[in-house]
C-alpha cells in the first residue's frame, strides 16, 4: 500500500493533541466562517432602511439578497477546485479577499445594482471559502476532536 505524504502528515496528526499552531488554524477556519453568517445578518438588519432609502419593495429586496446566495453556488461550484491546482491557503485567502471588498465596498453602494453586484461579490468569496475552510478543519484536527 502506498502512502502518500498527506495521508501520513493525517495519520501523525492524528495520534497527537491539538499542537498550537493546529489551533491557530482552526481558529483563523472558524473567524473566516463567521464572516458567512455577519454578512447574511448585516444584510438583513440594513435591509429595512435601504427598502425605505431606495423606496425599494420588498420583493426588489429579495432580488437582492438572491444574488448574494446566487454567489455562494457559483463560487462553490466554479472556483472551489482551485484549492487541488494552487493549493488550499492561495484559494482560501482569494476568497477571504472577495469578501473583504465585497463588505466593506457595499456601504458605498448608490444603487440596487450596485449594491446586486457586490452582494454577488462577497457571495462568490464566501462560495470559495466554505468548501476549502471545512477541508482544512478536517486536515488539521485530530480524528478524535473530528
Keep these: ?7 501520513l502528515a493525517i495519520a501523525a496528526t492524528d495520534r497527537q493533541l491539538v499542537r ?4 491557530v488554524v482552526l ?8 464572516l458567512d453568517g ?11 432602511p435601504i427598502m425605505a432609502d431606495w423606496h425599494l419593495a420588498p420583493a426588489a429586496m429579495g432580488l437582492i439578497f438572491s444574488t448574494g446566495l446566487l454567489g455562494v453556488g457559483l463560487g462553490s461550484f466554479l472556483l472551489s477546485s482551485a484549492a487541488d ?5 492561495p484559494t482560501l485567502l482569494a ?3 472577495l469578501v473583504t471588498i465585497g463588505m466593506l465596498t457595499v ?6 445594482a450596485q449594491l446586486s453586484a457586490l452582494r454577488f461579490l462577497t457571495g ?8 476549502c475552510l471545512n477541508t482544512t478543519v478536517a486536515e488539521y484536527t485530530p480524528s478524535s476532536w473530528r
Excluded: H, K, Y
Design 1 to 7: 500500500m502506498v502512502r502518500t505524504f498527506a495521508s
Design 20 to 23: 498550537p499552531i493546529q489551533a
Design 27 to 34: 481558529l483563523l477556519c472558524l473567524l473566516m466562517n463567521v
Design 38 to 48: 455577519f454578512d447574511l445578518q448585516a444584510t438583513a438588519f440594513t435591509s429595512t
Design 85 to 89: 491546482r494552487w493549493g488550499r491557503r
Design 95 to 97: 476568497g477571504l479577499v
Design 107 to 112: 456601504g458605498v453602494a448608490r444603487n440596487p
Design 124 to 131: 462568490v468569496g464566501v462560495g470559495v471559502l466554505l468548501p
